[in-house]
Nanobody, 123 residues
């Protein structure tokens, strides 16, 4: 089993940047592809970004491509989401998730989830 804890959320003005971190504990972190998802009030959870177990492959939602960067440090059991040029529509609770298979945009494929961290972007 993997335990995931997100951090780094907060309030930022539009155009600003934040870096989210997701610390993993438990079974071998490098076995898992990792993903970031978000959920805004009244909306369904949506895919943001994913990264393969090695970090060699990444995948982004069109809405964040070119602004967000996902990365991981397998030695430190941590995955990051660097967010730049933030927009008010990026406001949501951001979740990291672990998948024992290939990296994917399908949240149903992810078995383990963190509790989420709130990101609020003011206009």
């Amino acid at each position: 089993q993997v335990q995931l804890v997100e951090s780094g959320g907060g309030l930022v003005q539009a155009g600003g940047s934040l870096r989210l971190a997701c610390a993993a504990s438990g079974r071998s972190f490098r076995r898992y592809a990792m993903g970031w998802f978000r959920q805004a009030p009244g909306k369904e959870r949506e895919f943001v970004a994913a990264i393969s177990w090695s970090g060699g492959n990444t995948y982004y939602a069109d809405s964040v491509k070119g602004r967000f960067t996902i990365s991981r440090d397998n030695a430190d059991n941590t995955v990051y989401l660097q967010m730049a040029s933030l927009k008010p529509e990026d406001t949501a609770v951001y979740y990291c998730a672990a998948n024992e298979g290939l990296y994917s945009s399908d949240y149903a494929r992810y078995r383990y989830w963190g509790q989420g961290t709130q990101v609020t972007v003011s206009s």
